[in-house]
T-cell receptor, first 114, second 111 residues
Framework: NAGVTQTPKFQVLKTGQSMTLQCAQD?????MSWYRQDPGMGLRLIHY???????DQGEVPNGYNVSRSTTEDFPLRLLSAAPSQTSVYFC?????????????FGSGTRLTVV | DAKTTQPNSMESNEEEPVHLPCNHS???????IHWYRQLPSQGPEYVIH???SNVNNRMASLAIAEDRKSSTLILHRATLRDAAVYYC????????????FGQGTILTVHP
């Protein structure tokens, strides 16, 4: 089925470890983004991309890197995991960045850093 | 981004209509009104959006006040699967695509 696929669904990391959260969409959407959701904090934008080769920072980019080498994929890298990065991470895509388009979200990656 | 205000929670009975209100008195002329919902342990799901006119789709209807300072998401016949947190979000052209999620309205549907 068309949509946004996130892997893995669950992950436990030790402090200091690095990992990559994968996000792929098959809808040919130009715009992709990463959010994290923490209890009582709502969803906060980490990084976003308006097309292949173009990325930019959101509200809470520290500790995370992204790249966009293809339209389909937008991986999120945790450079050195910290307990403060324990969260649920959602990837979302949209045909374009403009306000007249809705977003499709993935089902999330639940990350625990110990 | 302009702010939205929603009730913390609402309750409904199955198969009855549900009207979820949202106030956005500082909305600008170019802000679109978006609604998303989030079911337990799932990612947010797009429901509907509009600018000035009322909108209908297979999931819901969106009624927008004439002055655009408020809107209402209408679920015509609530089902147990509609139990979720519903978010009303304003999106303008300068928000670099960001969705600003508030606390939303927790909808409980009783059988």
């Amino acid at each position: 089925n068309a949509g946004v696929t996130q892997t893995p669904k669950f992950q436990v990391l030790k402090t200091g470890q690095s990992m990559t959260l994968q996000c792929a969409q098959d809808m040919n959407h130009e715009y992709m983004s990463w959010y994290r959701q923490d209890p009582g904090m709502g969803l906060r934008l980490i990084h976003y991309s308006v097309g292949a080769g173009i990325t930019d920072q959101g509200e809470v980019p520290n500790g995370y890197n992204v790249s966009r080498s293809t339209t389909e994929d937008f991986p999120l890298r945790l450079l050195s995991a910290a307990p403060s990065q324990t969260s649920v991470y959602f990837c979302a895509s949209s045909p374009f960045r403009g306000p007249n388009y809705g977003y499709t979200f993935g089902s999330g990656t639940r990350l625990t850093v110990v | 981004d302009a702010k939205t205000t929603q009730p913390n929670s609402m309750e409904s009975n199955e198969e009855e209509p549900v009207h979820l209100p949202c106030n956005h008195s500082t909305i600008s002329g170019t802000d679109y009104i978006h609604w998303y919902r989030q079911l337990p342990s799932q990612g947010p799901e797009y429901v509907i959006h509009g600018l000035t006119s009322n909108v209908n789709n297979r999931m819901a209807s969106l009624a927008i006040a004439e002055d655009r300072k408020s809107s209402t998401l209408i679920l015509h016949r609530a089902t147990l699967r509609d139990a979720a947190v519903y978010y009303c979000i304003l999106r303008g052209g300068t928000s670099y695509g960001k969705l600003t999620f508030g606390q939303g309205t927790i909808l409980t549907v009783h059988p």
